[in-house]
C-alpha cells in the first residue's frame, strides 16, 4: 500500500500561481494529479511517469501547468501558473504501481492510490 502525502494549494488572484506537491511513500510507476470541481468529474491534470519522465496534460491545465518529479524523492510537483476562477477546485494526487499506457493516463479509475485532497481556490 503506497500512501501519498500532498502539500502546498491554497488561495490565490487569478493570475496568480500556487504549486502543488505530492510525495510517495513507496514505489510507483507513475503519479499526477486530479481535479473535481463542485458538481463535476473527477478529470486529469496532468500525470508524469517515475522513471522516464513522460508527461501527459489534459486539457484543463495545458500551456498553464507543468509537472515534474524527484524519483529518487518518489515525489511530483505541479506548478500551476496564470490560474483561472475555472480552475478551483479539489486538487487531488493520485499514483500506480503498475504500468499504464499513455492513453489509460487520463483515467482515474486506473489508480488505486490517492491522496486526501488540497483545496486550490482562485478569485476574480
Known amino acids: 500500500q503506497v500512501q501519498l502525502v500532498e502539500s502546498g494549494g491554497g488561495s490565490v488572484q487569478a493570475g496568480g500561481s500556487l504549486n502543488l506537491s505530492c510525495a510517495a511513500s513507496?514505489?510507483?510507476?507513475?503519479m499526477g494529479w486530479f481535479r473535481r470541481a463542485p458538481g463535476e468529474e473527477r478529470a486529469a491534470v496532468a500525470v508524469?511517469?517515475?522513471?522516464?519522465?513522460?508527461?501527459y496534460y489534459g486539457n484543463s491545465g495545458e500551456g498553464r501547468f507543468t509537472i515534474s518529479r524527484d524519483s529518487a524523492q518518489n515525489t511530483v510537483h505541479l506548478q500551476m501558473n496564470s490560474l483561472k476562477p475555472e480552475d478551483t477546485a479539489m486538487y487531488y494526487c493520485?499514483?500506480?504501481?503498475?504500468?499504464?499506457?499513455?492513453?489509460?493516463?487520463?483515467?482515474?479509475?486506473?489508480?488505486?492510490?490517492w491522496g486526501q485532497g488540497t483545496q486550490v481556490t482562485v478569485s476574480s
Open positions: 493520485a499514483a500506480a504501481s503498475n504500468v499504464l499506457w499513455i492513453y489509460q493516463a487520463r483515467d482515474p479509475e486506473k489508480y488505486p492510490y
Open positions: 508524469i511517469t517515475m522513471n522516464q519522465g513522460v508527461e
Open positions: 513507496g514505489y510507483t510507476f507513475i
